[in-house]
């Protein structure tokens, strides 16, 4: 049995915070400690009712003055595309035909997934991010590559195998048979291996002949506890083209409906352009919008509309996440500062609470893995990050006016990144200091 007591100052959440007093929302210790056993969270809570738990002579960490959460959840980004990150195009499409579909068909190649995923799995544990919503490339290899380096690991993430059958280069295309099949080999081989957990994913529709998508819904209805992740309503041009790809589906959102593939474990990245129609389904099924801001500003997919999504009669579940490559940054800290940004120029308001519930049980909670992550709750994985607010010069002159723990949340989201990052926790293990050196 191995045992570990993490001292700091404690933030978790026990659901949304409505505003920024909201106190009922999250517990604070000012001098808590987190109390593992063998990967799992024992006891948490303030210093001196933990440190009574724990038996003599356990390791102790005192990572005091800093913060201590849940581990961060990223859910919606694509693994192949970190050497896609940052590349110049004018909206989604271009950038898929002239950068991603490109370097995807790299992953063909085994060893150079192998290579990628060590530095994927690098750059989670350098920002916080102990779980993660993955899409791999169309081939097998690639899956194969990314849920071995998670097992070696011991990180709980979510990824595909990706299945697209059409509109992309013939080297980046499946059939709807083979992507059945390589699916259903992924999740022979991985799904439950470790912390690992396989998601059904057809890339979108305008990649997916009618056949694929009827394969992948029956994927969904043979694995029903499965999580399944797509695209969807991300831009004006690619709503327009799949529309007219499928011309007896009632608008995008009725496609993925027709192959049944809305539920609670559906997780729809984007999810902007959503008509009211479209977003009653999205509420009566239970799926997941997933917002991706550094991705749509980058992009200029468009704005999310936060607000208009969950304070509806109908209101319809959110989940927050970086889209790499899209997106720009891996760091959960600066897709929230981006979220703000964008609900401000929509004239509505996003508190820090309501951040970093987001980036922890928020995000858990759409992915169906709260009583595992995204809490300090015993009993649950120990996966911890550790904040540093004063991380840089400008941070540290900044905290000398800080006075509210709000007011500190809004500086580490404002002006954060890796740097941040004291220690990332995986299963209860040091894992950003320990991070090695690339080859």
Not at 63 to 75: A, K
Not at 159 to 169: E, F, L, T
Not at 333 to 358: C, H, M, V
Not at 393 to 404: D, F, Q, R
Request: glycine share 8%; proline share 4%; aromatic share 8%.
């Amino acid at each position: 049995m191995t045992s570990l007591l993490i001292r700091g100052r404690l933030l978790s959440f026990k659901r949304a915070p409505l505003s920024r007093d909201d106190a009922a929302s999250y517990s604070y210790e000012p001098d808590g400690a987190v109390l593992v056993v063998d990967g799992t969270i024992r006891a948490s809570g303030s210093y001196g009712e933990v440190i009574e738990e724990a038996e003599d002579g356990v390791p102790e960490v005192d990572h005091r003055p800093h913060l201590i959460l849940p581990g961060f959840i990223d859910t919606h980004l694509h693994f192949p595309q970190m050497q896609v990150i940052g590349s110049y195009a004018a909206n989604l499409l271009e950038w898929l035909n002239t950068y991603t579909f490109i370097e995807e068909q790299r992953f063909a190649d085994p060893a150079h997934g192998a290579r990628i995923a060590v530095r994927f799995f690098d750059e989670m544990l350098r920002h916080g991010t102990t779980t993660a919503v993955a899409n791999c490339s169309v081939h097998k290899a690639s899956a194969d590559a990314f849920f071995a380096e998670s097992l070696k690991r011991n990180m709980r993430m979510i990824a595909g195998k990706v299945m697209m059958d059409r509109n992309a280069p013939e080297a980046l295309r499946d059939t709807a048979r083979s992507g059945y099949d390589d699916t259903k080999q992924v999740i022979s081989d991985w799904h439950g291996k470790g912390r690992n957990h396989v998601a059904i994913t057809p890339r979108f529709a305008i990649t997916s002949t009618p056949e694929q998508m009827e394969a992948s819904g029956a994927l969904a209805r043979e694995y029903p506890d499965l999580h399944v992740q797509t695209h969807l309503s991300e831009n004006r041009e690619e709503i327009e083209f799949t529309c007219s790809l499928y011309p007896d589906a009632k608008d995008y959102t009725d496609i993925y409906d027709r192959y049944g593939l809305l539920g609670p474990k559906s997780l729809f990245g984007h999810c902007i352009h959503l008509s009211d129609r479209e977003a009653d389904v999205m509420s009566e099924s239970g799926s997941v919008a997933v917002h991706c801001p550094t991705s749509n500003l980058f992009l200029g997919s468009g704005l999310f509309p936060l607000r208009r999504l969950t304070q509806r009669e109908k209101p319809v579940r959110v989940a927050f996440a970086t889209d790499i490559g899209g997106g720009t940054s891996y760091s959960m800290l600066r897709t929230l500062d981006e979220a703000y940004k964008i609900q401000q120029l929509l004239g509505e308001r996003l508190n820090p609470f309501e951040s970093f519930y987001f980036a922890t049980l928020g995000n858990a909670e759409a992915l169906s893995l709260s009583d595992r992550i995204g809490t300090l709750e015993p009993g649950t994985d120990a996966d911890l990050v550790v904040l540093n607010a004063a991380a840089t010069p400008a941070m540290a002159l900044k905290m000398e006016a800080v006075s509210t723990l709000s007011e500190e949340l809004f500086l580490l989201q404002t002006l954060g990144d890796d740097r941040s990052v004291v220690e990332t926790y995986v299963a209860g293990k040091a894992s950003k200091s320990t991070i090695g050196i690339a080859g």
